[in-house]
């Protein structure tokens, strides 16, 4: 069976060229923001991937064909698109045999960035273990996801929608490196921080980078997960959003909210309950993990490129 991927143009020639690529994902803008913001962050977040020196990949699967690096008219088609499915894991293969067209989660924008050689990725939040797992086992596909497919995935660490302490205890389960940037806490996507000690810490991109390499170098599976806090000005104080959350979660048992359905109906809830400030801080903090995203990825490069120097000198050397 052939594979219908298309990878665009511009991505083609970045990855040819040995360029620094960042793979982006689509369900944030089908159900993750309303239109036309979802459009309006889509384009500023590609801008500002190339701002910082990378080449932006937005990834969709579009009348059957998983595309890697968006065209403008695809990125609005999809924007407006009311029909879009919700992909993950489960669902690419099925979407592609049957020529669906749909958003990317997580997890299927790192499967998609692994066949197309990107090893980096920018979003907004991971999904992860849901509140009440003991009872429903809501647990995203995209924490098993990290365990298994090579690409650092730059998030602003885990909403609070999640039950974020049993997110962290199966990601290290899974032995996923969570790393938060320049801070000892893990953010709480809204806000700069959940109250929990991150596993790691680093300040440093070329760290991440090398850290990314040496996963690789291990034979080790799996990609890591860097927590990138919001800037301070666009933060909601995790006191402000709890007991709206709590309000939006009692609204989704009621309603018997379940499966993919979850996530986005309790991201508009809250869009709502906070009259559209929590959109502001999802634009900013989605901007703010591509400018870092991009900063990694070209590292990456570097650090791959002095690594086959160095093999090279090596064998030289024994030779
Ligand atoms: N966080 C957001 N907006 C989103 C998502 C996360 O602020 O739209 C999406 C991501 O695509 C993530 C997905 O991969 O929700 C997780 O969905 P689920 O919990 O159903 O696995
Ligand atoms: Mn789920």
Not at 110 to 129: E, N, P, R, S
């Amino acid at each position: 069976m052939r594979l219908p991927l298309s990878i665009s143009s511009s991505v083609k020639a970045a990855l040819a060229n040995g360029l620094p690529v960042v793979a982006l994902e689509s369900t944030i803008i089908t159900h993750g923001m309303p239109y036309p913001q979802n459009l309006v962050t889509a384009r500023r977040v590609e801008q500002v991937v190339r701002e910082n020196g990378a080449e932006p990949a937005t990834i969709a699967v579009l009348n059957g064909q998983l595309c890697v690096g968006l065209e403008d008219i695809q990125l609005e088609d999809l924007a407006l698109s009311t029909g879009a499915m919700k992909l993950s894991r489960a669902d690419l293969a099925i979407a592609l045999a049957t020529g669906r067209t749909g958003s990317t989660t997580v997890a299927a924008t790192m499967i998609a960035a692994k066949l197309a050689g990107i090893a980096v990725f920018a979003t907004g939040g991971i999904g992860g273990v849901h509140r009440g797992a003991e009872t429903s086992f809501d647990i995203s596909a995209d924490l098993q996801e990290l365990a298994q497919t090579p690409v650092t995935v730059i998030a602003a660490g885990a909403k609070a929608i999640l039950d974020i302490p049993k997110t962290l205890e199966v990601l290290e389960t899974l032995g996923v490196p969570v790393i938060t940037f320049g801070q000892d806490d893990f953010p709480a996507f809204w806000a700069r921080s959940s109250g929990l000690r991150s596993p790691q810490r680093l300040d440093d991109p070329s760290a991440i980078a090398a850290s990314h390499l040496m996963r690789d170098a291990l034979g080790l599976p799996g990609g890591q997960l860097v927590a990138n806090p919001i800037n301070v000005d666009d933060e909601i104080p995790l006191e402000q959003m709890e007991p709206l959350i709590a309000r939006a979660l009692s609204e989704a048992q009621s309603l018997n909210i379940a499966q993919k359905a979850v996530t986005p109906f309790l991201l508009g809830r809250i869009f709502e309950l906070t009259a559209g400030r929590s959109l502001v801080a999802n634009i900013s903090l989605v901007k703010n993990n591509a400018g870092l995203a991009a900063r990694i990825a070209g590292l990456d490069r570097c650090q791959d490129e002095a690594r086959r120097t160095e093999a090279g000198a090596g064998r030289g050397a024994a030779d």
